[in-house]
């Protein structure tokens, strides 16, 4: 069976890949435009996928011959889940494994905003130490303040405990369902959204992006929010409306946030948020370890290698195809 692999990948999953006979194609040139990626994934039985590829109508009606998709990635927003249930191809993804790394990133960018340590650390770099002084830009403790979850899954879970563990935090959540073993091991109380965004001092997103959720966070959300909030997005920048973001931090109806993501991603050089000494903005690594990695190439080289054998994916982002 074909297998094409658009970008190289730890060297676990690749070994496992071939350990079982299969036929990998990967460029060497991996910086693929759409069309280029397009004519790859036409002579390929199933894909290896890194990125943010769209796998939408186009590409269900030019690539008749894939027959699977396993996703470098624990989130599916890119691929149009309808389409490939109706051509019965399953989409693996990679849960677990990078939870922990993700729920890290989130936690280091709430430190990181409540102690304006990114701004701080611009300053030093830019030659400016500056004088002690004791009204000048500080942070805020969090000490016994209340985390918002929105999304409490794998990723939100270690957040939330991270942040009990840490500084005692109280866990509000809110999501699909209630989340059980959140609220027996972290005291979690279930709240609605409008609680949610009025009570959290800091707010950090943790679910599966929906199209219908695109800036879900906008003005209206930010103005009902603390003012000592702390917005946190390590899932999609699609979850926010950035400009809204902006004046919600510059005219102080918020404290400052924290971006693993963006909207869009990648971030405009000159976007203005950029600037701003409440802001701490990463460029979408929240898996980016080599545990985290390495897991992932595992379980995507297992979502290939079962589907190979006629298998079921054991970690799939549409059970419904089986
Ligand atoms: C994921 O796994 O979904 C990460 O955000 C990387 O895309």
Redesign the pocket.
């Known amino acids: 069976m074909k297998v094409f692999i658009n970008k190289r990948i730890p060297e676990t999953g690749i070994t496992m890949l071939k350990e079982a006979g299969l036929e990998i194609t990967i460029p060497e040139n991996d910086d693929l435009s759409r069309e280029k990626w397009l004519q790859y994934c036409k002579n390929t039985d199933a894909i290896l996928n890194v ?2 590829n769209a796998f939408d109508h186009e590409f269900f009606d030019q690539c008749p011959n894939v027959k699977a998709i396993a ?7 890119h691929v149009d889940i309808k389409e490939a249930n109706k051509r019965n191809i399953p989409i693996g ?2 849960p677990d494994v ?1 939870s922990r790394a ?1 729920s890290d990133v989130a936690f280091l960018l709430m430190q990181s905003v409540s102690r304006r340590a990114s701004f701080y650390f611009q300053k030093v770099k830019a030659g400016n130490w500056g004088n002690f002084d004791p009204l000048y830009e500080l942070g805020q403790e969090l000490y016994g303040k209340t985390l918002g979850v929105f999304g409490l899954g794998r990723i939100g879970f270690e957040m939330a405990e991270k942040c009990k563990k840490a500084f005692g935090m109280n866990i509000i959540y809110h999501n699909r369902n209630h989340n059980d073993e959140a609220e027996k091991e972290l005291d979690a109380k279930y709240v609605s959204f409008d609680e949610l965004i009025e009570q959290s001092d800091v707010l950090s997103i943790h679910a599966n992006f929906k199209p219908e959720q695109s800036n879900l966070f906008n003005a209206s959300v930010f103005e009902r929010m603390k003012k000592n909030a702390i917005f946190v997005n ?3 920048g699609g979850f926010h409306d950035q400009k809204d973001l902006y004046q919600a931090l510059v005219s102080g109806q918020i404290w400052g946030a924290g971006l ?2 963006t909207n869009p991603e990648p971030i405009e050089d000159n976007d203005p948020i950029l600037q701003l000494s409440n802001v701490c903005v990463l460029p ?1 690594i ?2 980016a370890t080599i545990e985290a990695r390495n897991g ?1 190439a595992r379980l995507a080289a297992e979502n290939i290698i079962a589907f190979s054998k006629g298998e079921k994916m054991p970690h799939i982002a549409n059970p419904e195809v089986y």
């Open positions: 990125g943010a996703l470098f990635s624990v989130g599916f927003d993804n990679t990078l993700t390590t899932a999609r693993d993501v979408h929240g898996s992932m």
